[in-house]
């Protein structure tokens, strides 16, 4: 089979399964632009229904319900002797006490299965990949409240999915308006110091939307703005928040436009000044932030990095720059312009796989069931990138320095040891490496694998080669 086959379901795709690389040799680019679609971005309503998915408002509202029942049972708990709640076996007959599952935890794992089982089954996986990448780019934390754990998943479907063929800008004012992004960066309390909230003297301006906006989301560090920059964009977004559990603003929620927290008056952002509005006037500076030389740079350089080599070619992130300006963040004229990149298909396989990617390509090549989402996101946590919970606003990295430790190795090996135990297909290691991997299997795995001393051994070893480990 031909490299640029192998290169394209491995570092454009999610990784071979059994069968593809005969199907896609043919025309490696073709196949990848032919999976460009808008809609495969998309999580099916059939699959959406199937999982139960309920959107942000009413995971939200769930979410509301679950944290008010925590509350009340915490207050009833009040001044009950230990014992009463203590198992039966120790208290001589009461009842025992039975945590009940957190509601955000079970909305978490049912937006991970849809998320999980779109990445396995794609087709090679590039726009799943693109999702990702987004997705992290945007990213919010599960981890730091129960309302994000509920919201997470959603987030992703609302905000980046129906976005990553579209227009960037398009995205970006997605992601800043969702709840989600919302309540992560503290937008929710934000207030316009001369707003008639303001005027109460209660909460003050937040600029950590702000500022991530400028230096994770658009511009970059570097990017050429100032901290009075951050300080105006945040007054221009301040009344950005969303409708909590009493429903005084809204549908609880939901997105709403709060008058009365905004910061009236023109503001000036990056030298452009934006007439007070309202709600549109943060639109149009997030529009003017999207169409920024530095963010097309900082975007491209971002892309680069993760289509082609941790030290991106400058030449590829030029191209990808331009491509970006000139059609005005199409993100999938953008898309295209990475698989007509030269680097992309010369570059050597250096690229080390990330937990996400690792975990993924062991299950489309083995078959490995992703029903229950538990094992999965226990090995993602394992190895140290939790599904929607990155560590800060900056997302997970990108590069092989921060995936391949000695420690992460180790854990890497625990991990295709696990999966080879688990591995129920008839396959032959070797034959099964060679469908991932084709004509780039060294010789050395070659003969590693047939001299290994078990099937089990062998598709260990086949898992933990420098084939299967980097894209």
């Given at each position: 089979?031909?490299?640029?086959?192998?290169?394209?379901?491995?570092?454009?795709?999610?990784g071979?399964?059994?069968?593809?690389?005969?199907?896609?040799a043919?025309?490696?680019?073709g196949?990848?632009?032919?999976?460009?679609?808008?809609?495969?971005?998309?999580?099916s309503?059939?699959?959406?229904?199937a999982?139960?998915?309920?959107g942000?408002a009413?995971?939200m509202?769930?979410a509301?319900v679950a944290?008010?029942?925590?509350r009340?049972?915490?207050?009833?708990?009040?001044?009950?002797?230990?014992?009463?709640?203590l198992?039966s076996?120790?208290?001589?007959?009461?009842?025992p006490?039975?945590?009940?599952?957190?509601t955000?935890?079970?909305?978490?794992?049912?937006?991970?299965?849809?998320?999980?089982?779109?990445?396995?089954d794609?087709?090679?996986?590039f726009?799943?990949?693109?999702?990702m990448?987004?997705?992290n780019?945007f990213c919010?934390?599960?981890?730091k409240a129960?309302?994000?754990?509920?919201s997470?998943?959603?987030?992703?479907?609302e905000a980046?999915?129906?976005?990553v063929?579209?227009?960037?800008?398009?995205?970006?004012?997605?992601v800043?308006?969702?709840p989600?992004m919302?309540?992560?960066l503290?937008?929710?309390r934000?207030?316009?110091p001369?707003?008639r909230?303001?005027?109460?003297?209660k909460?003050g301006l937040?600029e950590?939307?702000?500022?991530?906006?400028?230096?994770?989301?658009?511009?970059?560090?570097?990017?050429?703005?100032?901290?009075?920059?951050?300080?105006a964009?945040?007054?221009v977004?301040?009344?950005w928040?969303?409708?909590g559990r009493?429903?005084?603003?809204?549908?609880p929620g939901?997105?709403?436009?709060?008058?009365?927290?905004?910061?009236p008056?023109?503001?000036t952002?990056?030298?452009r000044?934006?007439?007070?509005g309202?709600f549109g006037?943060g639109?149009?500076?997030?529009?003017?932030?999207?169409?920024h030389p530095?963010?097309?740079?900082?975007v491209?350089?971002?892309?680069?990095?993760?289509?082609?080599?941790?030290?991106?070619?400058?030449?590829?992130?030029?191209?990808i720059?331009?491509?970006?300006?000139?059609?005005?963040g199409d993100?999938?004229?953008?898309?295209?312009?990475?698989?007509d990149?030269?680097?992309?298909?010369?570059a050597p396989m250096?690229?080390?796989?990330?937990?996400?990617d690792?975990?993924?390509?062991?299950?489309?090549?083995?078959?490995?069931?992703?029903?229950?989402?538990?094992?999965?996101?226990?090995?993602?946590h394992t190895l140290?990138?939790p599904?929607w919970?990155?560590?800060?606003?900056?997302?997970?990295?990108?590069?092989?320095?921060?995936?391949?430790?000695?420690?992460?190795?180790?854990?890497?090996?625990d991990l295709c040891?696990?999966?080879?135990h688990?591995?129920?297909?008839?396959?032959?290691?070797?034959?099964?490496?060679?469908?991932?991997a084709?004509?780039?299997?060294?010789?050395?795995?070659?003969d590693?694998?047939?001299r290994?001393?078990?099937?089990?051994?062998g598709?260990?070893l086949a898992?933990?080669?420098?084939?299967f480990?980097?894209?």
């Open positions: 089979m031909s490299i640029d086959a192998v290169t394209a379901l491995n570092r454009f795709g999610l071979a399964r059994p069968g593809d690389l005969a199907r896609v043919p025309d490696p680019r196949a990848l632009r032919a999976e460009l679609k808008p809609d495969r971005a998309l999580v309503p059939e699959a959406v229904e999982a139960g998915l309920a942000t009413g995971d509202r769930a509301f944290e008010a029942e925590r009340a049972q915490r207050e009833s708990l009040k001044g009950i002797a230990l014992p009463a709640i198992p076996a120790m208290t001589g007959g009461s009842p006490f039975k945590p009940q599952p957190f955000e935890g079970l909305i978490f794992r049912a937006e991970a299965a849809a998320r999980l089982a779109m990445a396995r794609a087709e090679i996986g726009v799943e990949r693109l999702v990448f987004w997705s780019h919010v934390s599960a981890g129960p309302l994000l754990r509920a997470a998943g959603a987030f992703e479907r980046i999915r129906p976005h063929l579209g227009r960037f800008a398009d995205m970006l004012v997605a800043e308006r969702h989600a919302l309540f992560y503290d937008n929710v934000s207030v316009g001369a707003s909230a303001g005027a109460k003297g909460r937040n950590n939307l702000a500022r991530e906006t400028l230096e994770l989301h658009t511009l970059g560090v570097g990017g050429g703005y100032t901290q009075a920059d951050v300080t964009l945040a007054r977004i301040t009344g928040t969303f409708a009493e429903g005084r603003i809204g549908e939901v997105f709403t436009f709060d008058a009365a927290w905004h910061e008056g023109d503001q952002v990056l030298g000044v934006y007439p007070g309202g006037q639109e149009a500076a997030l529009n003017d932030l999207a169409r530095a963010t097309a740079r900082h491209a350089t971002k892309l680069v990095r993760h289509f082609v080599a941790d030290d991106p070619p400058p030449a590829a992130v030029e191209r720059a331009a491509v970006f300006t000139e059609r005005d993100l999938r004229a953008v898309a295209s312009a990475l698989v990149l030269p680097e992309a298909w010369s250096a690229k080390v796989r990330s937990p996400a690792l975990v993924i390509a062991v299950a489309r090549l083995t078959g490995a069931p992703l029903r229950d989402p538990g094992p999965t996101l226990g090995a993602l140290g990138q599904l919970e990155p560590p800060g606003p900056n997302g997970y990295p990108d590069t092989a320095a921060d995936w391949a430790s000695p420690e992460n190795m180790k854990l890497r090996l040891a696990a999966a080879a688990a591995y129920k297909g008839g396959t032959d290691p070797l034959a099964l490496i060679e469908a991932a084709g004509n780039a299997l060294s010789p050395e795995t070659r590693a694998i047939p290994a001393e078990s099937r089990e051994q598709l260990a898992l933990m080669s420098p084939e480990q980097r894209r």
